[in-house]
């Protein structure tokens, strides 16, 4: 490692999780560092800047002195996923179409749980007293039907003032196709209540669907305060440090804004922790030839699977928190109760889960010895041989084999007749189907199959199940790069500015003029963004995107299209595009029998591109691991159904180029791999574990 | 095979994977048909059976559909014997032949292991349309089945992978809507989904493996379920309930009447002494009666349960032929599935004494209406059921209040509203209001559900309107001392001001523009005394306007100020105690 110089400058990623905080550094001399300390949830501002401090006292500086040095600092948080989670968001009102005050609570009727008549719904993010009722209506066509009361603008402003509401949410029926109502009585808010955080829907989500666009918009004005409040604290303790640099904001469609902008839209932040790692993922894949990679991320409770597609980031155009619908842009992730920490339990019918009850970090696994008594999948890896006691997260914690065994022995083996080493190898299998499945729905859900995307690993708990999933999908390679533990952080470095922007315009499609105007008005919005944060004209790029369906279809395709066909009225290019889409997607198409196209919402993405630092390379070998061997455990192979003798390696000591033939073990502080006997590892340039199948997938 | 050879994870893991495999033809078919009957409200059901038509798993957007599926598999699979091939689609929707209702149309597809026949891909849903007398269905003077419906007998319409066009040509040529093709395509796109997900998963562990192993799942189901009923007291319930109207007869009104035998893990529902069957419509078939009797007992036991041919097996159900429940050829039958919500009152009544912690108060019952038209801004026919207007609320149990605006218990929260500016595009209406009725949850120590109260303004040209349902007649029963709900009720308010109300089965024709369309939706039964409610949660539902200050004091005797909406807990405090535990 060159020692930092005098010039030296810094770009810092953080990504706030529920336990650790992870601190992602990259030098202006190409040198990364990775640091982990304890999250603050009370002020997650305060972890911020104990991990900063963290750095500095690695470096041996000044906290002011390595401030000051900071170029960038990205930042994910999970200030308004958890103000929502604990219903601690901010005082909100809504002001909404007399007859449809409920929408938001009703939720379209639905009860997840059909048969489970305990099954409660969520509560709505406004209680019914401060969802007021205006009259005034727009019609389908954006005609009005009914000019707006005032009068009832103003008893909502009385009802609101006086219940101390904090933010207002304003939800018209029809807002998409006119918005003057929503605008007038907005007016109103801004003079009567200066102080309240106010949500447009016509601003926040211009588009058709009611319950999409209030509870949106109300999520939007939740947050907001929250998050407003958060950023000026960080931004006042940064301040105080001396920083100078710039400060960014994760964004949940995997891009990047300024504080003062998310301030606004708040509801994009939503899925900010986990939106970065697609982006780190691929990153790793690249070195491989491609630009699609799968990502699964394994931590104490939660297993995220997402994934990249020719260098896009799968995006779903709406998703939900705590069963509340949010009709943005947002990463397409699927989430399955599946952790280190998942319980493993005999159900009723006799057979054996896992999860989705997790043991969390307290108590934690049974082997943390802690008072966890219930068997977790950390204590069956530790059973089947797979960890080591004295060597978990990095000797931070010391594992009790014992109380594994006796977990186990106790809640699974008994039950189910079995001895404890086939019970614990139960338990591992289970949890990969499980696990499996989460990476199935992210793929097949699109058409995709996932033996066509090499899949990369993060989180702790990854590594250890990494090739057993791969088996399960038949998927040939699979990446556990060096920073898997915080893959996230280290991906908010490679992310670019991005604003997403959409515009309903709903009929059907027989002329691009009207397109290329909403075009035009949009990439105008997005420019205007992208000059506020600092990017010159040659750095930003806008892609053009349609929702379109056949006439009389009620799902839409996005699809992707040039802007010069809308210039130049290229309805046909368009068309090819979206019967080509709706093939892939659906299996068939109409192109013969000359089904109208009906156009929806108009997007634009809106992205500033930003320098990019390159991956750091590791050193070379001359190919033998040997040298990192430090010897042989038994532990449980899967595929043979037994135990074996496995090699184990140190991982810190690889080489680029190190090969190992499996079964073995690859050990680093923050993770371990586990490389079954299906598979053999390689060590690539940047120090990425290259996970490959001996023989091709049956 | 031994029990020895069995690997208890594996059975674990072949259960989750059939679970994924039927999940994910749902999906399929939720993203790609045009019916918003199907792709927003997800009136469908997806499964996978076993070469002998014994059910594997299913997805159950509404069960009311479902347990018709594994009977009319078996009887395609016997029917078909010996010409059974890859690449074989069948339809069916033949109430005679075991099918449910006319309306719901299934595609059947056989799974080959090699060249062996090792189960079957199914999907059905409610099509917009199925030729007969009456648009989109639902003719409430049909008497015999052919008023009603195109009859659709198990047919082969892909016969190894290649379409028989005269087949297919001769049932679309007898449907009116072109989205009806569309949408049955979209059901063999499911079932091919489900049937490539199979083979890969039979692929991996072997047929032999997999047969050996769906049969310990079944076993292991079919424990938890007698396990389940072994909960509930040996002994003989009897229920009954009334079916009100038989579209025909004006103050007409039928029985049904359920005998539950519970001996030794297994349950009998006998319905010997129901009724005799009408001659209208208002009939059920062997499988929708059946399916409304287990999705009933399913929300009284274990939500977990997997659902497979063990679950079913330990259920007996007798339904004889020429009964309301079951009508003998050739007779109309397409209000069948709406039986449902009567039939499991009759259940919920009879167990209620046996295991009142595992009931609910009485459910709203359906009351729907479906309209067609013409759109003229669009140059389009349109058919819309009003799914938003007619979900009322469920009833409450022991310890939690029932869901508001969930609807009829077939669906349990299953189906979903349409969304209101949708709706706006796709009919030629002006939505009013959609809202939360006030005072419709029957009190109680807990609540019912809530219902909702609908209203849109007619707009285009040519509306027709059909109605079927009921609760209009008998509101959902409170339970153990909780009151009742309130009455479903269907209104037109024509533009010169006449009031029209709409019986609960009925076919209006000529409806004009500017009339006023209104629904009530009932809200559920309450369990337990009103007065056992804590006045703060009371007083809360009167500050949110989901309970009048009057129904407060009467129903609750909870007495809040009507001008400041305080809570008087004194005089709450006398009230309660005059009135004793109410």
């Known amino acids: 490692m060159t020692e930092p110089s005098a010039n030296t400058t810094y770009t810092i990623g953080i990504d706030i999780g529920g336990t650790f905080t992870d601190l992602f550094l990259w030098s202006s001399e190409g040198q990364t560092g990775t640091y982990k300390v304890s999250s603050t949830p009370q002020d997650p501002s305060v972890g911020v800047m104990n991990a900063l401090s963290a750095v500095a006292e690695d470096k041996g500086l000044e906290l002011r002195d390595l401030v000051a040095t900071i170029r960038t600092i990205v930042h994910g948080t999970t200030v308004t996923t958890n103000a929502v989670l604990t219903r601690n968001g901010a005082a909100t009102g809504l002001l909404t179409t007399q007859g449809v005050r409920d929408a938001l609570e009703m939720r379209r009727g639905i009860r997840e749980r059909q048969y489970d008549n305990r099954y409660q719904n969520v509560e709505p993010l406004v209680p019914r007293r401060l969802r007021r009722p205006v009259k005034g209506r727009i019609d389908w066509r954006g005609e009005e039907v009914e000019p707006l009361s005032r009068d009832d603008v103003a008893e909502a402003v009385d009802v609101m003032k006086s219940a101390g509401v904090e933010a207002v949410a304003v939800c018209f029926m029809n807002a998409f196709a006119d918005s003057s109502h929503e605008r007038a009585a907005a007016e109103v808010l801004r003079s009567q209540m200066p102080d309240a955080y106010l949500s447009i829907s016509s601003e926040v989500l211009p588009t058709i669907r009611f319950y999409n666009r209030v509870s949106t918009t109300v999520l939007n004005a939740y947050t907001g305060p929250v998050l407003r409040r958060y950023l000026r604290s960080l931004i006042a303790r940064l301040d105080d440090a001396g920083f100078g640099g710039v400060l960014l904001i994760m964004q949940s469609n995997g891009g990047v804004a300024l504080p003062e902008i998310v301030e606004g839209l708040p509801a994009t932040t939503l899925l900010s922790g986990p939106a970065a790692g697609p982006r780190a993922a691929v990153a790793f894949a690249e070195p491989l030839g491609t630009r699609s990679c799968l990502l699964a991320d394994m931590g104490g409770t939660s297993f995220d699977a997402s994934l990249v597609a020719g260098g896009d980031v799968a995006l779903q155009s709406e998703g939900e928190i705590d069963r509340l619908r949010i009709a943005m842009p947002m990463l397409d992730i699927a989430t399955i109760g599946a952790g280190g920490g998942s319980i493993g339990w005999i159900d009723a019918s006799g057979l054996l889960r896992m999860g989705p009850q997790s043991a969390g970090a307290d108590p934690g696994p049974a082997c943390y010895g802690r008072g966890g008594e219930q068997p977790t999948c950390t204590d069956a890896n530790l059973v089947l041989g797979y960890l080591e006691p004295s060597f978990f997260a990095g000797g931070r914690v010391e594992l009790s084999p014992e109380r594994a065994r006796h977990a186990i022995e106790a809640h699974v083996a008994k039950p189910l007749g079995l001895d404890l080493e086939d019970a614990a190898a139960g338990m591992y299998r289970v949890i990969n189907v499980n696990m499996a499945h989460g990476l199935r729905q992210i793929t097949i859900k699109r058409g995709l199959d996932p033996r066509e995307f090499p899949l990369v690993i993060a989180g702790g708990a990854g590594g250890l199940h990494a090739c057993t999933i791969a088996s399960e999908l038949e998927i040939p390679t699979v990446l556990v790069p060096r920073t898997a533990s915080i893959l996230c952080a280290s991906g908010m470095l490679l992310t670019d500015l991005q604003h997403d922007l959409v515009r309903s315009s709903v009929g059907q499609l027989d002329e691009l003029q009207t397109v290329a105007v909403r075009v035009d008005e949009l990439v105008a919005a997005g420019s205007a963004q992208l000059r506020r944060e600092g990017v010159s004209e040659q750095d930003e790029e806008h892609r053009v995107a349609l929702d379109l369906r056949y006439l009389k279809q009620y799902h839409e395709v996005t699809v992707p299209v040039e802007r010069e066909w809308i210039d130049h009225g290229n309805l046909d290019a368009i068309a090819q595009a979206f019967h080509a889409a709706h093939d892939a997607l659906y299996g068939y198409e109409l192109s013969e029998e000359g089904t109208p196209l009906e156009l929806i919402n108009v997007r634009v993405r809106s992205i500033g591109h930003v320098e990019q630092p390159e991956l750091p390379r590791i050193e070379h070998g001359d190919g033998d691991a040997s040298h990192a061997c430090k010897g042989k455990r038994r532990a449980f192979l899967p595929h043979q159904g037994a135990f074996g003798q496995v090699g184990v390696y140190d991982g810190h000591a690889l080489r680029a180029g190190d090969r190992i033939d499996g079964p073995a073990l690859v050990e680093r502080t923050d993770t371990t791999v586990f490389v079954t006997s299906e598979f053999a590892v390689h060590v690539d340039d940047h120090g990425t574990c290259v996970l490959e199948r001996k023989e091709p997938s049956r | ?582």
């Open chain 2, 1 to 582: 095979m031994t029990d020895a050879t069995i690997d208890k994870v594996l059975v674990s893991i072949i259960g989750r994977a059939l679970k994924a495999i039927t999940d994910e033809m749902s999906m399929s078919m939720e993203k790609t048909t045009r019916s918003p009957i199907l792709c927003e409200a997800r009136d469908f059901v997806t499964g996978l059976y076993d070469a002998q038509g014994r059910m594997l798993e299913q997805t159950e957007n509404l069960p009311i559909l479902s347990f018709s599926l594994s009977p009319v598999c078996a009887h395609i699979a016997e029917r078909f014997a010996g010409d059974i091939h890859p690449g074989d689609v069948f339809f069916h929707n033949d109430v005679f032949t075991l099918g449910n209702q006319n309306n719901d149309v299934a595609a059947f597809k056989p799974i080959f292991a090699g060249d062996r026949l090792v189960a079957w891909a199914a999907t059905k849903g409610h099509m917009a349309d199925i030729g007969g007398a009456v648009r989109g269905g639902y003719n409430p003077n049909a008497t015999e089945v052919w008023q009603e419906a195109l009859r659709i007998p198990a047919v082969k319409v892909y016969d190894r992978g290649k379409l028989r066009k005269d087949v297919w040509d001769l049932i679309f040529s007898n449907i009116r809507l072109p989205i009806v093709q569309e949408d049955m395509r979209a059901e063999i796109g499911s079932c091919t989904v489900g049937e490539r997900r199979l083979q890969s998963l039979i692929g991996k562990y072997g047929i032999e493996r997999f047969e050996a192993h769906k049969e310990a799942l079944f076993e292991a189901t079919r424990t938890m379920m007698e396990s389940e009923i072994r909960a509930i007291p040996d002994g003989v319930y009897h229920g009954e309930s009334k079916v009100y109207y038989d579209g025909r007869t004006p103050g007409s009104v039928y029985t049904i009447r359920v005998k539950i035998t519970v001996e030794d893990g297994h349950i009998t529902f006998d319905y010997s002494d129901t009724d005799p069957q009408t001659d209208g419509f208002v009939n059920g078939t062997y499988t929708s009666s059946a399916s409304a009797t287990i999705l009933t007992f399913l929300q009284m036991v274990d939500p977990n349960i997997p659902h497979n041919h063990g679950m079913v097996a330990p259920i007996d159900i007798v339904i004889p032929e020429g009964t309301l429940l079951n009508a003998a050829y050739p007779a109309a039958t397409t209000f069948g599935n709406h039986l449902c919500p009567p039939n499991a009152d009759a259940i919920i009544r009879a167990l209620t004494p046996a295991v009142p912690e595992r009931v609910t108060a009485g459910w709203n019952q359906l009351l729907c209406s479906l309209s067609t038209g013409q759109h003229p801004a669009k140059n389009d026919t349109y058919v819309d059921i009003l799914f938003m207007g007619l979900k009322g609320g469920s009833g409450a149990t022991s310890d939690c209040d029932g869901y508001d605006h969930i609807g009829m218990i077939d669906a349990s929260g299953g189906v979903l509203d349409q969304d209101y500016e949708m709706f706006e595009q796709m009919t030629p209406h002006l939505l009013l209001e959609h809202e939360y009725l006030q005072d419709s949850a029957g009190p109680g120590r807990h609540r019912g559900g809530l219902g909702v109260r609908t209203r849109y303004r007619v707009g285009g040209e040519g509306t027709q309107m059909v109605t079927f349902g009921d609760g209009d007649v008998e509101p959902a029963f409170g339970l153990l001392g909780g009151g009742d709900g309130t009455l479903n009720r269907l209104e037109l308010r024509y533009p010169d001001g006449e009031v029209h109300c709409l019986e609960s089965k009925d076919l209006v024709t000529g409806v004009p523009a500017g009339t006023e369309y209104l629904q009530l939706a009932g809200g559920g039964g309450g369990y337990g005394p009103p007065g056992e409610r804590p006045a703060e949660v009371v007083h809360r539902e009167v500050m949110d306007g989901l309970v009048s200050v009057q129904a407060a004091r009467e129903r609750y005797g909870v007495v809040v100020d009507p001008e400041t909406l305080e809570l008087d807990e004194e005089a709450t405090s006398r009230l309660r105690a005059s009135s004793g535990s109410r």
